[in-house]
């Protein structure tokens, strides 16, 4: 396990390695020199601010000084908000996004489990229905559009929530909310699958044909079985809450890394792009390496080493 | 004898995207307390739904629509589902056919043993993990206070059913309703299962329902045969009589189609042509009658009802009608009748 | 146990065995798979009304120019932000009313509009027919997600039946390929292509289409190694037909049904990526209109004249709901088992 788990690490940093050249050098094949949105600059003044910032040395070094930079955990220097260093800008706004990006994953994932939990024991039925209709809701209806609507109606109109603030926790529920639908929506109906793929198994009816309850086979077999694979959706999960928060972030103005990726994207802010192209890669492989091992974890199968017989 | 399960005139309906099947079309039977009865009859041909319907563990778009299923006189068909609970693992208890897929992958086998204690009985968990460790080692898997904390995948396809028999077990049951409990394991496999069933029964004298469609497994464990087609029985009797002095065609073609130590390499197994009728429609007539060599006219048109041969041996064939032409047997079934009459006269003198 | 039924002597005669073959071949009628497909897709009701509800949205796509009322870009702008009106039906919300300083006030009277000007769904902040947007943007849209599914399809299936097929070495090259482009956040490739390419409709179909195959390949690569297995593709092998043969012969039709159900789900994958895109305004450039633009700009007016963004949205989200359900209804229409 543990020469598994370094492996996985080793490849991790690669996976990175690679995808920081690629963006070094797609972003180097852009025309034009990044300081469009500054000020006019005289030629001699644009030669000093390229030197500044490394930019007359010829590609190939600027590429090694990039990467030599990354080991040390440097990620470059902002061409805008005050020349700031780009892991510095991360650094302060990281915490509004993780904030709601953890409460959406975590609200998603239990009203997922609970509405796909009970769409796959009343199958068939209206409740099942019902349930399905949700979930493909959830999944439909794009986190940006339901921003809107909810910042609409229960902060303009209806004065329940702030409309674009952030301080207090109040604050956090309109994003939490527009951000937690896809989530939620991804694991109801996985977990649906998953549960009704349990309920008709053998060891289901092995359960019952002990004198369990149906609501003790339920609880007993039936939802441990189920919840195991719905672990390896957190991956993707995690992915649609990212991508939900650059505009989500955007419309509650909320100081995040997710508002600051849109915000470096209209000012060519290069080095920032770059950076948190690089972050967030880094977070989504970590999310995942970290889904793989607590699979590893949970599955008994998994655990104990050997696949089993089948 | 006491009868402990009488089941009469079954009847199972499922209710399919096509239509209605008629799955079990009035099935009568009867087990005796510390006997093992066994059904036998293709795939297909309603065993398995016969004896489910004893728990009612049906799927469900199964309903039975006729019969009662009496247990020591209670019809079980008219108990509440918290009453068949109660029932489940505890008076009447199942072993299922593919013991690689009817265990709890992720929870420990000692719990699974145990939990039909927990649920039945006053007992703590510490009692109940100590009765099924004594349990596990009665079926014989070995070191078992260690193994109590593995999970299923740890186990061969063999060492699972046995497992599977011991959370059938664990709570002394009456019945123990075997589901073809060895058709998935390896042929070396089979012959310890049963003669581990065996044993069981002689230990706690439970009652045994026995579902097969390999006649080969029936003759080392039964006391009792019945034989079933396309959701009713053809023929039954003690084991002797049905091995020995078959009535009804289709035991016939089973019996036929079996290899025997006599049965050289250039011989051809027999079998029975055609595949069981879809039960959709049940055909008004014997339901066999269109794979059957030996059929009648009144075959296609009729039912046969069951014609006494012995006190305990029944078949529902035409052919036992006194107007019926006599006909003749495969070989391999006359050298059947010849083994038994020798049998007869030698029990006689 | 019964007794003996009194029945004719001459009913106990023997059948030949012919008569016996005959009565056998009495039985249901089989149907072929696709028949069974078709059959189980229109008995699921949603299924069906989701077909025919991206059927009217696609013919209405497809004969926009003949559909729309108006020229979709075309700039009134003395009639800006009219609220929608239907005719001189009145119905609330379609009335041409709209609430000034809290009075009703007729919109078309105050900026000076000849009887007989309606908008259905109102006009935008240039006094563009929002009906006419949203039909060309609907057309834009779909256009976007149909060529970049196009183009996913195109790379996604060779590539997952190369890697499938080949295994070994290859597979191993392809597939860690395919581990990198998805460890980056789908979104963040489409964003770097989006800032490298110029922004419009190719390059949006190219980057969505960058980052959409990987899935598809991985479902074909997983299918191809299944059917690799399967003993009439090895029989294929062993006769010697050439791979090209067997693939388009044995793994395509096989994979079919894959492949129809992975692009029911791409397509509104397409389409999202679109909106977002446009959304947060990289997208399709001014004057065009798609979905995202529409709900970009309604989004700005949303406060105010909420119906500028509600319908896009509904369209939208109409879209993504039916295919999404489709989608669904086709998978359980191919694989009965998935559903019960």
């Known amino acids: 396990m543990t020469k598994y788990i370094l492996r996985r690490i080793l490849y991790l940093f690669l996976t990175l390695f690679i995808i920081a050249s690629i963006t070094f050098f797609l972003m180097k094949l852009l025309p034009g020199t990044p300081f469009t949105n500054q000020n006019r600059l005289s030629p001699e003044q644009l030669k000093i601010v390229k030197a500044q910032y490394g930019l007359d040395q010829p590609v190939f070094i600027q590429y090694i000084r990039y990467i030599g930079g990354l080991f040390q955990g440097n990620l470059g220097t902002s061409f805008q908000f005050n020349n700031e260093p780009v892991t510095q800008l991360i650094g302060q706004r990281l915490a509004p996004s993780m904030q709601i990006g953890a409460q959406a994953m975590i609200v998603g994932t239990i009203f997922g489990i609970l509405l796909g939990a009970i769409a796959a024991i009343r199958k068939n039925t209206w409740v099942d229905t019902l349930a399905t209709f949700i979930s493909i809701l959830g999944l439909s209806i794009p986190s940006f559009v339901l921003a809107v609507l909810l910042q609409f109606y229960l902060a303009f109109k209806w004065h329940i929530y702030p409309v674009a603030l952030w301080d207090n926790f109040q604050s956090s529920v309109l994003p939490t909310l527009a951000l937690a639908a896809l989530p939620l929506g991804n694991v109801a109906r996985f977990m649906r699958t998953e549960m ?9 009816e092995l359960a019952k044909s002990k004198g369990n309850s149906n609501w003790q086979v339920v609880t007993k077999h039936a939802l441990r079985n ?85 | 004898m006491e009868r402990i399960l009488d089941v009469k005139n079954l009847h199972v309906d499922f209710k399919t995207y096509n239509g209605t099947v008629h799955a079990i079309r009035g099935v009568d039977f009867h087990l005796n307390d510390g006997e093992t009865l066994a059904i036998v009859g293709e795939s297909g041909s309603g065993k398995s739904v016969t004896v489910r319907s004893v728990l009612r563990l049906l799927a469900k778009n199964a309903s039975i629509s006729q019969g ?40 420990t086998i000692g719990k699974q043993v145990a939990e039909p204690l927990l649920i039945h009985n006053k007992v703590s968990k510490a009692d109940a993990l100590k009765r099924a460790e004594e349990v596990l080692r009665l079926v014989g898997i070995p070191n078992p206070k260690a193994r109590m904390k593995d999970y299923p995948h740890q186990f061969s396809g063999g060492q699972r059913q046995r497992i599977v028999i011991a959370i059938a077990i664990v709570d002394y049951p009456e019945i123990l309703i075997a589901d073809e409990p060895t058709t998935a394991l390896d042929v070396t496999v089979q012959a310890q299962i049963i003669d581990l069933l065996r044993e069981l029964q002689q230990k706690i004298g439970t009652s045994i329902i026995f579902i097969t469609h390999d006649l080969g497994v029936v003759a080392g464990i039964a006391d009792r045969v019945a034989v079933m087609y396309a959701g009713k029985f053809v023929e039954y009797g003690s084991v002797d009589e049905v091995f020995y002095d078959p009535q009804h065609p289709y035991t016939w073609g089973l019996l036929d189609s079996m290899p025997t130590l006599n049965t050289s390499e250039q011989d051809r197994l027999n079998s029975i042509p055609g595949t069981p009728p879809n039960l959709l429609n049940p055909p008004t007539g014997d339901a066999f009658a269109p794979r059957n060599a030996y059929a009648l006219q009144i075959d296609t048109e009729q039912q046969p009802p069951f014609f006494k041969v012995t006190k305990t041996h029944y078949a529902a064939t035409w052919l036992l009608h006194p107007d019926a032409p006599k006909v003749t047997p495969p070989v391999s079934i006359q050298q059947r009748f010849k083994k038994y009459q020798a049998w007869l006269e030698g029990d006689v003198k | 146990m019964e007794q003996v039924p009194k029945i004719p002597k001459e009913k106990f005669k023997l059948l030949n065995k012919q008569d016996n073959e005959a009565s056998e071949s009495l039985g249901t ?49 003395e009639y800006s932000n009219l609220p929608p009106k239907l005719g001189n039906l009145n119905i609330p919300g379609f009335n041409g009313m709209q609430d000034m300083g809290g009075k009703e006030v007729d919109a078309y009277k105050q900026v000076g509009a000849p009887k007989g000007t309606y908008y259905i769904l109102g006009t935008d902040y240039l006094g563009r027919d929002l009906l006419s947007r949203i039909i060309y943007g609907t057309r834009l849209s779909l256009i976007v997600a149909v060529l970049a599914t196009l183009v996913d399809l195109l790379i996604g299936i060779p590539y997952g039946i190369v890697s499938g097929w080949k295994g070994g070495r290859v597979d191993t090259f392809l597939q860690r390929i395919v581990e990198i482009v998805s460890s980056i956040p789908n979104l963040i490739v489409v964003i770097l292509m989006m800032i490298i390419l110029k922004p419009g409709l190719t390059s949006i179909i190219i980057a969505i289409a960058l980052t959409g195959w990987v899935t598809m390949a991985r479902l074909i690569r997983a299918q191809t190694f299944q059917l690799k297995e399967q003993e009439y593709v090895l029989a294929a092998r062993t006769l010697g037909e050439s791979s090209t043969k067997i693939a388009s012969k044995h793994l395509i039709p096989n994979l079919s049904s894959t492949i129809i159900i992975q692009t029911m789900f791409t397509i509104p994958n397409a389409i999202f990526f679109e909106a977002f895109l446009s959304f947060i305004g990289i997208g399709i450039p001014a004057p065009n209109a798609s979905l995202g633009t529409l709900l970009s700009d309604g989004q700005k007016a949303f406060r105010f004249l909420p119906y500028q963004m509600w319908a896009p949205a509904i369209i939208l989200s109409l879209i993504m709901i039916a295919t999404n359900l489709l989608g669904d209804g086709l998978r359980d229409a191919f694989d009965p088992q998935s559903s019960d």
């Not at chain 2, 209670?74 to 489940?88: A, P, Y």
């Not at chain 3, 009304?49 to 020229?71: D, T």
């Open chain 3, 29 to 77: 009628p089989s149907l072929t798979y696709l028949q069974d497909v078709r059959r189980r897709l229109f008995s699921n009701k949603v299924a069906t009304a989701c077909l025919i509800i991206l059927g009217l949205i696609v013919l209405i796509s497809i004969f926009a120019p003949a559909v729309a009322p108006h020229n979709p870009n075309a700039q009134k702008v």
């Open chain 1, 226 to 310: 189920s919840l195991i694979p719905v672990v390896t959706i957190i991956g993707p999960m995690a992915v649609s809450v990212m991508t939900g928060s650059m505009v989500v972030e955007n419309i509650f103005s909320i100081p995040g890394i997710g508002e600051q990726f849109v915000k470096s994207i209209t000012t060519n802010d290069y080095p920032t792009i770059m950076g948190l192209t690089i972050f967030y890669s880094f977070l989504l492989i970590l999310v995942i390496l970290i889904v793989d091992i607590l699979y590893g974890l949970i599955d008994p199968r998994i655990r104990l080493g050997n696949g089993g017989k089948e």
């Open chain 1, 196 to 204: 009704v793929d349990v309920m008709s198994s053998d060891y289901i």
């Open chain 2, 68 to 107: 009662e299923v009496l247990y020591h006189g209670e019809d079980l068909l008219k108990k509440s589902e918290k009453e068949m609970d109660n029932l489940r693992g505890n008076k009447i208890s199942m072993i299922f056919q593919d013991p690689m897929t009817s265990l709890d992958p992720t929870m």
